[in-house]
């Protein structure tokens, strides 16, 4: 751990025994370090991308993320035109279009149920949704067709209910109007694009004449994974879901006028007019308003509180401050001791420091981010505190390391878990230790050599 007297006593020997050579030597070697850091990024990401395939995987089977959209009135409008002929003879010719009608009034309660369906080591949050809904639908006239010579053609209509993941529907589904049943069937998105799949009823006889208005009601439960999102498809839309699962994001372009969300579940409620929702009342068909109505829904996202995943992406990011921060204490003790460090000493000290962040997500997998954070930070303290007793020939200087060692991972771990203060946290984190840093070099001569 010596230089040898030759190389030492040399000009050149002397300048690179210098305190700032030897900072400019960590440097480098930090810079060699990035190299196995960004490695262990890249099979962070690939272990995410391989959760993201078993959701994928459980979704296609089970259903994937949900969105509700209706029910509304799909009505055909027939008119009559006036056309000639190859020889000029007069002839009607019927004209057809489709138009789409929206309630006046829709509520909808949901209550999920949710569990953890496993994919090899990963676990995917799914639900099933009981879904109830009831509302009116103002008497339609036909005012609402393109033309105005067009009729609607009453017996034609029908009621549909657009469902993101029809797969998931359960078949207990139920829907009436005026208090009559009604017999449904799968709603291709062919018919209405802007809506895409899910179910319909043929009204038939049960149909409102225009001058009277007509109410609704619905049950259905479906499958659905992580999200859950609702499309407000009335004048006034009231939406009320509830669940058993503890950790909730309400996302999409209305927060719940209500909320709560605890351990034991959440219940959220959400009032929305059509006045901001960018969408008519009515519209044909064949427009396709896709985009509006996307960017209409609202709703939540079943979350991981702590995503072993995330956590490992977000130690990545940090991982070469812990190196950078544990160097230099080695070089502050090698400093001010006298006692030269070898690089490849620092080297081996920096491997087993980039290995945390690999160490900590292979035990996460299994048994949770707290419990493999804690295991990984002993297991590399452990072994770092235990080297530099040797390199160092002092255990108090290598209890020092360790201890520093310690409360890096003992800070990281607050910060991880405090998200909305973890730029916060490790700005002052980083501000203290530079000042602690320039506070005992300050006396430091760095021309000055300390080899022996």
């Known amino acids: 751990m010596t230089t040898s007297p030759s190389s030492s006593s040399s000009p050149s020997g002397r300048l690179l025994a210098t305190p700032a050579a030897r900072l400019m030597q960590l440097a480098l070697l930090t810079l060699l370090l990035l190299v196995p850091l960004a490695l262990i990024a890249d099979v962070v990401h690939e272990r995410s991308q391989r959760r993201q395939q078993a959701a994928d995987d459980v979704a296609a089977s089970w259903g994937g993320a949900q969105t509700i959209a209706g029910p509304l009135l799909r009505l055909r409008c027939v008119a009559s035109a006036q056309t000639r002929d190859e020889r000029g003879w007069e002839q009607e010719k019927r004209v057809e279009s489709f138009i789409h009608v929206l309630p006046e009034r829709l509520r909808l309660s949901a209550e999920l149920r949710t ?103 619905a049950t259905l439960a479906i499958n659905g994974t992580e999200g859950f999102m609702v499309v407000p498809t009335a004048k006034e839309t009231s939406v009320q879901a509830a669940g058993d699962w503890p950790h909730v994001s309400h996302q999409g372009a209305w927060l719940p006028s209500e909320r709560s969300v605890g351990g034991n579940g959440f219940r959220s409620t959400w009032s929305v007019s059509f006045l901001g929702r960018g969408f008519p009342q009515h519209w044909d068909a064949a427009t396709d308003l896709t985009e509006a109505l996307d960017k209409a829904a609202f709703g939540l996202r079943l979350m991981q509180p702590v995503s072993p ?144």
């Open 115 to 217: 569990e953890n369906r496993n994919r090899g080591l990963f676990e995917i949050p799914v639900y099933t949704a009981r879904l109830r809904f009831d509302g009116a639908f103002a008497p339609p006239d036909n005012a609402v067709c393109p033309e105005p010579s067009s009729q609607i053609d009453w017996p034609a209509t029908e009621l549909v209910l657009s469902i993101r993941e029809p797969r998931g529907l359960n078949a207990e589904a139920r829907v009436s109007w005026n208090g009559q049943a009604l017999d449904l069937g799968p709603a291709s998105g062919n018919r209405t694009p802007a809506l895409g799949s899910g179910i319909q009823a043929a009204l038939g006889k049960a149909v409102p004449l225009p001058t009277e208005p007509a109410t609704f009601a």
């Open 309 to 452: 995943y995330v956590m490992a992406e977000r130690v990545s990011k940090y991982a070469v401050l812990t190196v950078i921060f544990t160097f230099l204490t080695v070089w502050l003790t090698e400093v001010l001791s006298g006692r030269r460090v070898h690089p490849v000493q620092y080297a081996f000290v920096g491997a087993a420091l980039c290995l945390f962040g690999l160490l900590q997500l292979s035990i996460a997998e299994h048994l949770g981010f707290t419990a493999a954070f804690v295991a990984a930070a002993v297991a590399v303290t452990g072994l770092v505190t235990l080297y530099c007793r040797s390199v160092l020939q002092s255990l108090p200087r290598a209890l020092m390391v360790g201890g520093l060692l310690s409360l890096l991972y003992g800070y990281l771990y607050s910060i991880l878990r405090a998200e909305d203060y973890a730029l916060l946290g490790g700005t002052l984190a980083l501000f203290a230790l530079l000042a602690l840093a320039m506070y005992l070099t300050r006396r430091i001569d760095w021309q000055r050599s300390n080899a022996a």
